[in-house]
């Protein structure tokens, strides 16, 4: 079945301890999306990719960065975590962005930050 | 600013029909969108609505007043499996999503 995977499910990471996490999708979408989301709240975008075109939101802490180096994954960077990064970290894709084009979740990556 | 009002947490019966509401303050539409999302778990896709009007979709219905900023989707015959959260999302002039926080739905036996 097509579909958006990310890994890990659970990630623990220390304090200012860089983190990767990575989502891969099979469906071959163009656009691919990160959001954080806290307990309780909407879904923050973070960042989205059309193609290789990377599109950083005005509020996104430089502390997060992102790598698309093909179709088929994205991986998102946070390089010195801290206790206010724990959240639900969710992929997305997107076959385009205009006119009727649903986002696909991926399952999510809960992100613990000690 | 943007922004998407939706009522936090609602409560309803198996077997009942529920409302939830949503109204919306964008900069520009281009479509709206209701997701589902359980605890812990993604969002998934459940509706979507760019002309006014209802939309329906099995037990689930999506009303859209672009006049009003208003949308509500409908859930009839209530099933436990329908806890969960229910995002509303609007697309702006941009393209973007705009998501409201999301209504926690409870049902009760």
């Known amino acids: 079945d097509a579909m958006v995977i990310q890994n890990p499910r659970y990630q623990v990471t220390q304090f200012g301890k860089p983190v990767t996490l990575s989502c891969s999708q099979t469906?071959?979408?163009?656009?691919m999306y990160w959001y954080q989301q806290k307990s309780s709240q909407a879904p923050k975008l973070l960042f989205h990719y059309y193609d290789k075109d990377f599109n950083n939101e005005a509020d996104t802490p430089d502390n997060f960065q992102s790598r698309r180096p093909n179709t088929s994954f994205c991986f998102l960077d946070i390089r010195s975590p801290g206790l206010g990064d724990a959240a639900m970290y969710l992929c997305a894709t997107s076959a385009g962005t205009g006119d009727f084009h649903e986002q696909y979740f991926g399952p999510g990556t809960r992100l613990t930050v000690t | 600013g943007q922004n998407i009002d939706q009522p936090t947490e609602m409560t309803a019966t198996e077997g009942a029909i529920v409302q939830i509401n949503c109204t919306y303050q964008?900069?520009?539409?281009?479509?709206l969108f209701w997701y589902q999302q359980h605890a812990g778990e993604a969002p998934t896709f459940l509706s979507y609505?760019?002309l006014d009007g209802l939309e329906e979709k099995g037990r689930f219905s999506s009303f859209l007043s672009r006049s009003k900023g208003y949308s509500y989707l409908l859930l009839k015959e209530l099933q436990m499996k329908d806890s969960a959260s229910y995002l509303c999302a609007v697309r702006d002039s941009n393209y973007q999503l705009i998501w409201g926080a999301g209504t926690k739905l409870i049902i009760k036996p």
């Open positions: 469906l071959n979408h163009n656009v």
């Open positions: 964008t900069s520009g539409f281009n479509g």
């Open positions: 609505n760019v």
